[in-house]
């Protein structure tokens, strides 16, 4: 029996060392009759922050500035294989160097009279 996809595959439970997570994948590719032997390297915060906040800035006595904002934040990962060409014919090593959003959902300014 060989599933549709051609792979099978078999993970480890994530191994911590300090910030990092480290996962393995044990598969074996019917289609092209060879195991793999894949990893995963993430951080242990995961995808990372989210912020939402509510702030308000009294510029005087009658003008005040509020805003909504949003910050989200993604770590970096890595993934890879080690030996051959890899269980899907990707390259060695695949890095996701992560990233910021930030967002300005709402600005209000109230003046008072």
């Known amino acids: 029996m060989v599933p549709e996809t051609g792979q ?3 993970f480890s439970s994530k191994i911590n060392i300090n910030v990092f997570r480290l996962q393995f994948v044990l598969g074996y590719n ?3 009759h060879r195991p793999s032997l894949d990893y995963r390297l993430t951080t242990k915060w995961g995808d990372g922050p989210r912020l939402k906040r509510r702030e308000r800035a ?5 003008f005040q500035l509020r805003a ?3 910050m989200q ?3 970096p ?5 080690l030996g051959g060409s890899g269980s899907n014919g ?3 090593v695949d890095v996701d160097y992560g990233g910021v959003s930030f967002e300005i959902s ?5 003046l008072e009279i």
């Open 68 to 70: 909504k904002w949003n």
């Open 8 to 10: 099978a595959a078999v």
């Open 73 to 75: 934040a993604h770590f």
């Open 30 to 32: 019917w289609k092209q």
């Open 106 to 110: 709402q600005l209000d300014a109230v």
């Open 77 to 81: 990962d890595l993934e890879g294989h």
């Open 90 to 92: 990707n390259t060695a």
């Open 58 to 62: 009294q510029v005087s006595d009658a």
